[in-house]
């Protein structure tokens, strides 16, 4: 093993594979990379470049090794030639999520996942959840994926801006959430309220909550939200993907703020 890797935590994130992925890691310079790898028999390319010269400004070794190796390293299909190795995720203190900002800060706007497992649809979510302008994520502590570097290159580097919590229970810490007053809503292909129909709390502090594949939000879960809104569906499908259906309840939230 190259660079000595660091001891795996529960929210991941150790090891970053993908261009954009790995780009967003060294830019943000949130937490420590030990080095990059990079696949000796790449062509020349813009985001090499930027990758290259960020390294070299933040002092991380970059390891030119043989795609071979490169890809026995890999945990992901293609990692695009380039990974990294790194000081795990840190984790975001729930409350401190909920909680409305002292300053002129933005009011808070969560996305909590609900039992999803499948890593590209959380690394969708993740990065939507960026890009939507969401103020932080939740994650179960249990039964759920974490930020593997399958989730890593799904989300394109959102897990370098977007503050990730894990909570040991999504019922208990949504409870917690409307104490420190936040609106729940959850997205159900049955929700009474249609996502698009006037959402009336999307301009307050929110937490939206999708849940898993299939199955959907969980009863609990379910029990918690103030409202559940749905997606209207005009084609014969009767849902959408996990990730798909995030993103549409995350914009429209983003765009009522």
Known sequence: MLGGRPRRTELGGEQVEGRQAVAELLAAGRRAVTDVWMA?????????????????????????????????????DAPQGVLAHARPLPEADFDDLCRPPAGAGPKPFLLAVDGVTDPHNLGALLRSAEAAGATGAV?????????????????????????????????????????????????????????????????????????????????????????????????????????AAGALALFEVSRRR
Do not use: Y
């Open 40 to 76: 000796q028999d790449l062509q020349p390319a813009p985001i090499l470049e930027r990758i290259q010269t960020l390294a070299s400004g933040a002092r991380v070794p970059l390891k030119r090794v043989s795609r071979s190796r490169l890809d026995a390293e890999a945990a992901t």
């Open 139 to 243: 994650l179960a502590r249990h039964r759920a994926v974490h930020v593997t570097p399958t989730v890593a290159k799904a989300a394109a580097g959102a897990i370098e801006h977007v503050p990730l919590a894990l909570v040991a229970g999504m019922p208990a810490a949504l409870a917690r959430a409307k104490e420190l007053g936040c609106w729940v809503v959850g997205l159900s292909g049955d929700g009474t309220q249609s996502l698009f129909d006037g959402l009336p709390v999307a301009d307050e502090p929110i937490v939206v909550v999708v849940g898993a594949e299939g199955t959907g939000l969980s009863r609990l879960v379910r029990a918690r939200c103030d409202l559940v809104a749905s997606i209207p569906m005009r084609g014969r499908l009767a849902s959408l993907n996990v990730s």
